[in-house]
């Protein structure tokens, strides 16, 4: 694999005289490090053969055009902001992004174990990084600078790796040298939290990072290779549909869709009364107030909640194992394995400056109920 630039570690401090001649430099890579009006940084970088760097921009939307923030060719992966409860809606705008123009760089080894680190911030297409005199930024007791960017990357390490015995880990913040730091009060505050020593900016498998407005899975080649897959899941679907699962009040044959429709409710689609977990096929009775138009009672138990159409999860990297789909999040109604749902019921994802909610992995929208997802009671065929 061949990288269009490499990051090592700083090199040298160039006096304020040479801070011109270091950040024109076509050839040179380089952080600078704002300190006032009269003082400036900058920490030189060199090419290191044993790694690859790819670097994470935004697009920003405006209007229904995709209009890139950052379109330069030190760019390798695009992320756009993640819109809660997204269903590919063409109409869903987004006026201002909150991702950083160049948000942060993976620094990846090239001989195995291929170790990869995430540092926040990427190079410009000048190859600068340029941290201004508000950002966050200090003099490391070795003497080498370092900073954070203004709403920060946030990485969050699973317990036990992404596997179905996952536990949520802690939040941390990841600064420009990669170093390892406590939240700050808010997001963009201008203080740092404290220095975490004994954790690493290595990125395993079920890393979650966050880019304020996007928050990223990182998966591995060993991770993914004990994931269920596309074809999997699709099996799983038709064998859900070959049950012939029932509505228990019009005894009509429920179906999911094909995933290549997962956007169109279709006629034989399941539909679930998300507070209990009663699968039916659609009707438009049961409402109990006008107000509330999603609020219906289920004919089963009688209980109310939410009453919504029921999605096969397809995006397999989700998934912590390969078991039946039987849970849905609520109030999306997106179905997956029991131990997926519940991996990622307790999950709490960064919300804003300074919030964590849990949400659903396949549309991000926000989790609610008592345990933010439910079993499925599936009525099969009488005859």
Request: a negative charge.
């Amino acid at each position: 694999m061949d990288s269009k630039v490499c990051d090592l570690c700083s090199l040298a401090h160039v006096p304020c005289y040479g801070f011109l001649q270091a950040i024109s430099c076509k050839g040179q890579h380089s952080i600078s490090y704002t300190l006032s009006r009269n003082q400036t940084v900058v920490v030189e970088y060199t090419h290191d053969k044993d790694t690859d760097m790819f670097q994470i921009p935004c697009y920003q939307m405006t209007g229904y055009d995709m209009v890139g923030r950052s379109t330069e060719s030190p760019i390798d992966f695009v992320v756009t902001d993640t819109i809660s409860g997204s269903q590919n809606n063409d109409e869903t705008q987004i006026t201002q992004s909150t991702i950083s123009r160049f948000a942060c760089r993976i620094v990846c080894d090239r001989n195995p174990p291929y170790t990869a680190r995430i540092f926040a911030a990427g190079f410009d297409s000048s190859k600068n990084i340029f941290l201004g005199e508000k950002a966050a930024k200090w003099k490391n007791p070795d003497g080498h600078m370092d900073g954070l960017t203004t709403n920060g990357v946030l990485v969050m390490h699973p317990k036990g790796g992404f596997t179905e015995e996952s536990k949520p880990g802690v939040w941390r913040e990841i600064s420009v040298c990669g170093d390892v730091y406590t939240l700050r009060e808010t997001r963009s505050a201008q203080q740092r939290g404290k220095l975490v020593e004994n954790e690493t900016n290595v990125l395993q498998d079920g890393s979650l990072v966050d880019l304020c407005g996007a928050t990223l899975l990182w998966r591995t080649a060993d991770g993914l290779f004990h994931t269920p897959t596309q074809k999997h899941i699709e099996a799983l679907r038709q064998e859900i549909n070959a049950a012939r699962p029932q509505c228990p009040v019009g005894l009509n044959t429920l179906a999911f869709p094909s995933i290549n429709r997962k956007d169109v409710v279709e006629e034989k689609q399941p539909w679930a009364y998300l507070s209990c977990g009663h699968v039916h096929g659609y009707h438009n009775w049961g409402h109990r107030s006008d107000t509330e138009a999603n609020e219906r009672e289920c004919p089963m138990c009688r209980t109310v909640g939410p009453y919504v159409p029921l999605w096969l999860g397809c995006e397999a990297g989700f998934y912590v194992d390969a078991g039946p789909p039987t849970h849905a999040f609520t109030p999306c109604g997106h179905v997956c394995s029991e131990k997926s749902a519940k991996y990622w019921s307790q999950i709490p994802l960064p919300h804003g400056t300074h919030a964590f909610h849990a949400a659903c992995p396949f549309c991000a929208a926000q989790l609610s109920g008592e345990h933010n997802c439910v079993k499925l009671i599936f009525q099969g065929p009488v005859d």
